[in-house]
T-cell receptor, first 116, second 111 residues
Framework: DTEVTQTPKHLVMGMTNKKSLKCEQH?????MYWYKQKAKKPPELMFV???????INESVPSRFSPECPNSSLLNLHLHALQPEDSALYLC???????????????FGPGTRLLVL | KQEVTQIPAALSVPEGENLVLNCSFT??????LQWFRQDPGKGLTSLLL?????REQTSGRLNASLDKSSGRSTLYIAASQPGDSATYLC??????????FGKGTRLHILP
């Protein structure tokens, strides 16, 4: 199974809503990632979890709150978002290499988020 | 600060031609470099990963090279097919595990 799944596929939310994005993999990968991708732009790294611990937070606003409840699951909790947060949110996972860095990343199909 | 540049931004070639996509990066202290393709509105599909100690990787019609000292990588696609039409992205993983993507090359293979 080389699949990363993400739910929901689409999400529309108001600026006062609280919602969560979910990502799951069963490849035994110990690193998981959240990216944000705006239209016609490359993905931008948001968070990295390695062995269920947050290892990288790329100065993401606190209205985005990641959570890694176990090695297969990664959540992104959303609260009080702004319209400019509308984007495709991509999850990825990878093995952790012998030197501690990421190996091949496998991406999910993404959640397309619209904030009204 | 690492910058990743991909040239050209867009490319159209007739079916059957061989082609080269370029990726350059400003800081050679990288852990690895990965090439992806992305179809419109979809997630990314990994094509090839090159470790910093490697010079090239091959998979089918694809060959990726890495010259770490000069900050360059190329993706060679042989005998292009219409199904190869997509955006191709290179991503550099730095030694502190941060990952930076180039803006991509939009490839269109003409039938």
């Amino acid at each position: 199974d080389t699949e990363v799944t993400q739910t929901p596929k689409h999400l529309v939310m108001g600026m006062t809503n609280k919602k969560s994005l979910k990502c799951e993999q069963h490849m035994g990968h110990r690193a998981m990632y959240w990216y944000k991708q705006k239209a016609k732009k490359p993905p931008e790294l948001m968070f990295v979890y390695s062995y269920e611990k947050l290892s990288i937070n790329e100065s993401v606003p606190s209205r985005f709150s990641p959570e890694c409840p176990n090695s297969s699951l990664l959540n992104l909790h959303l609260h009080a978002l702004q319209p400019e947060d509308s984007a495709l949110y991509l999850c990825a996972s990878s093995q952790v290499g012998l030197a501690g860095g990421p190996e091949t990343q496998y991406f999910g199909p993404g959640t397309r988020l619209l904030v009204l | 600060k690492q910058e990743v540049t991909q040239i050209p931004a867009a490319l159209s070639v007739p079916e059957g031609e061989n082609l080269v996509l370029n990726c350059s990066f400003t800081d050679s202290a990288i852990y690895n470099l990965q090439w992806f393709r992305q179809d419109p509105g979809k997630g990314l599909t990994s094509l090839l990963l090159i470790q910093s100690s490697q010079r090239e990787q091959t998979s089918g019609r694809l060959n990726a090279s890495l010259d770490k000292s000069s900050g360059r990588s190329t993706l060679y696609i042989a005998a292009s097919q219409p199904g190869d039409s997509a955006t191709y992205l290179c991503a550099v993983c730095e030694e502190d595990d941060k990952i930076i993507f180039g803006k991509g090359t939009r490839l269109h293979i003409l039938p």
